[in-house]
Nanobody, 125 residues
Framework: VQLQASGGGLAQTGGSLRLSCAAS????????VGWFRQAPGKEREFVAA??????????SDSVKGRFAISRDNANARNTVYLQMNSLEPEDTAVYYC?????????????????WGQGTLVTVSS
């Protein structure tokens, strides 16, 4: 499975961006998908995850109430979205999407088997 993350860019504080993660194969429709991010000089951290059918979602405390994860299993590439609102400079990072080893979301990066190349989000103050 190959993943392509897109939608990153420059936003101002309080602005919004929507990230997309498209998979190369439909097999990912049976798996959870997660978003992680890594800021310069910091460890990669969990952001959000969604179950195979979209019925269960997890968020980190730092983005809860501001970000929303969703997925569209009806399209050929099983696209997963991360809507990011009320952006803060602390959200600046490279964002990665990943396909889980199971159907259920996890906050642990070890539970994800395939990773995209990342998309850079920069939030200016």
């Amino acid at each position: 499975v190959q993943l392509q993350a897109s939608g990153g860019g420059l936003a101002q504080t309080g602005g919004s961006l929507r990230l997309s993660c498209a998979a190369s194969r439909r097999t990912s429709s049976n798996n959870a998908v997660g978003w992680f991010r890594q800021a310069p000089g910091k460890e990669r951290e969990f952001v959000a995850a969604i179950s195979w059918n979209g019925g269960s979602t997890y968020y980190s405390d730092s983005v809860k109430g501001r970000f929303a994860i969703s997925r569209d299993n009806a399209n050929a590439r099983n696209t997963v979205y991360l809507q990011m609102n009320s952006l803060e400079p602390e959200d600046t990072a490279v964002y990665y999407c990943a396909v889980g080893r199971s159907s259920w979301p996890s906050t642990n990066s070890r539970d994800y088997a395939y990773w995209g190349q990342g998309t850079l989000v920069t939030v200016s103050s």
